[in-house]
């Protein structure tokens, strides 16, 4: 077996998950892009604007590459969890073209610098702030993925959509009368466990 490019597979990782994060907005309202389904308001537009804050922080600004706009956690002005949600001022079209500027910036810094490069993340404490580019490339994929995954469960809540790309259900219940039968039985189930 040949070696692997490391930076190219996790370069890889994190492009499917910043596509299927844009893929949930796909033909939804802008009510439903933006409104907070959990106590705590996320939703799916919070989210790509959250990710777009993460890459420019961790893989911009950690390697001292310019970024467009402060980081919301950097403003002391900002209002809390800033970064979570669109204001009326904010289109999806704008947090979209943002979350694609981004990549392109975080592309720059992870094709020209070595995966052993260290930056310093800005918001962390001055003594303990040293990354390499690896560890820095390895949570945003772990953060993007893992907002990817709140977003295919607000999807599904929202539409019955469901999947990791267009092309990729990632379920075999896609007939919605096995899914609906299938939900059933788990609730059973779990009434018979509680």
Not at 28 to 45: C, M
Not at 97 to 102: D, F, H, K, L, S
Not at 115 to 142: C, K, Q
Request: glycine share 6%; net charge negative.
């Amino acid at each position: 077996m040949p070696p692997t490019d490391a930076k190219a597979d996790l370069s890889l990782y994190l492009q499917f998950a910043r596509d299927a994060l844009l893929w949930k907005l796909v033909d939804l309202s802008e009510y439903d892009v933006r409104r907070p389904l959990t106590t705590t308001g996320t939703n799916l537009l919070g989210l790509v604007k959250h990710a777009t804050a993460v890459e420019m922080g961790y893989l911009c600004a950690t390697f001292g590459r310019p970024i467009d706009r402060p980081l919301p956690w950097g403003d002391t002005d900002a209002e809390p969890g800033s970064d979570h949600w669109a204001t009326t001022d904010e289109s999806r079209e704008q947090i979209v073209a943002q979350y694609r500027r981004a990549w392109t910036l975080a592309d720059f810094t992870i094709n020209n610098e070595p995966l052993d490069s260290t930056g310093r993340v800005p918001w962390w404490p001055a003594d303990d702030n040293e990354v390499t580019l690896h560890h820095a490339l390895v949570r945003v994929i772990a953060d993007t993925h893992r907002h990817a995954g709140h977003a295919d469960i607000l999807r599904e809540q929202l539409d019955g959509s469901v999947g990791m790309n267009e092309g990729n259900p990632s379920t075999t219940l896609l007939d919605t009368v096995v899914r609906d039968q299938h939900r059933a039985r788990l609730e059973r189930v779990a009434g018979l466990r509680a």
